[in-house]
């Protein structure tokens, strides 16, 4: 159902505006993703998770604890097409096996300070940011700051909007993610 009302969109058939950052998409990854094809239906929304997703990655947080982040919420969500693209960058980021496991069956991680960051992603996510000080302190006493804090509730919102339309758009697993899915 959801092919027929989100396309996969080609650079030819996706709206004009979309067009330039599917090129763009397309040049980085080496071929077009199911979930930028069909996102592209909204150019406005393509181009917003795209820039707030260069964003995220500018931030003080280390690529792994983003990448806890980005697949606490990918698990969380049940988006299938994000649990595999990022346990694929996990693993390009010589990520522990262990971890990965863990994070895809949303269990406590062995590394306390990236389980601080997946512990704080949900505990933003459960008091829709109002977290108590328990949960602000843990967070902190591993390490983190109140830089982190605020980056992490940025990574919560790129990654809602993602998760999110890959569901609404049922967007398939490419098969260049089939191994990681």
Same mark, same amino acid.
Request: charged share 20%.
């Given at each position: 159902?959801?092919?027929?009302?989100?396309?996969? *969109? %080609?650079?030819?058939?996706?709206?004009?505006? /979309?067009?330039?950052?599917?090129? =763009?998409?397309?040049?980085? &990854?080496?071929? @077009?993703?199911?979930?930028?094809?069909?996102?592209a239906?909204?150019?406005e929304?393509?181009?917003?998770?795209?820039?707030?997703?260069?964003?995220?990655?500018?931030?003080?947080?280390?690529?792994?604890?983003?990448?806890?982040?980005?697949m606490t919420?990918?698990t969380?969500?049940?988006?299938?097409?994000?649990?595999?693209? *990022? %346990?694929?960058?996990?693993?390009?980021?010589? /990520?522990?096996?262990?971890?990965? =496991?863990?994070?895809?069956? &949303?269990?406590? @991680?062995?590394?306390?300070?990236?389980?601080?960051v997946?512990?704080f992603?949900?505990?933003?996510?459960?008091?829709?940011?109002?977290?108590?000080?328990?949960?602000?302190?843990?967070?902190?006493?591993?390490?983190?700051?109140a830089?982190?804090?605020?980056?992490?509730?940025l990574?919560?919102?790129?990654?809602?909007?993602?998760?999110?339309?890959?569901?609404?758009?049922?967007?398939?697993?490419?098969?260049?993610? =089939?191994?990681?899915?």
């Open positions: 159902m959801p092919a027929s009302v989100f396309p996969d *969109h %080609t650079v030819d058939s996706a709206p004009a505006a /979309a067009r330039r950052t599917m090129e =763009a998409v397309t040049a980085k &990854q080496g071929y @077009l993703p199911s979930g930028v094809a069909r996102i239906t909204s150019p929304l393509l181009d917003g998770f795209l820039r707030a997703s260069a964003v995220f990655e500018s931030t003080t947080l280390d690529p792994l604890s983003r990448e806890v982040l980005i919420m990918a969380r969500n049940d988006c299938h097409i994000c649990v595999a693209m *990022h %346990t694929a960058r996990l693993d390009a980021l010589g /990520a522990d096996p262990e971890l990965i =496991a863990a994070l895809r069956e &949303q269990r406590p @991680l062995a590394d306390e300070r990236l389980d601080a997946r512990e992603t949900l505990a933003v996510l459960a008091a829709a940011g109002a977290v108590d000080d328990a949960a602000l302190q843990a967070f902190l006493g591993h390490g983190h700051t830089r982190n804090a605020l980056e992490v509730v990574g919560i919102g790129t990654y809602t909007m993602s998760t999110l339309a890959n569901r609404m758009t049922g967007a398939p697993v490419d098969h260049q993610l =089939a191994a990681f899915a």
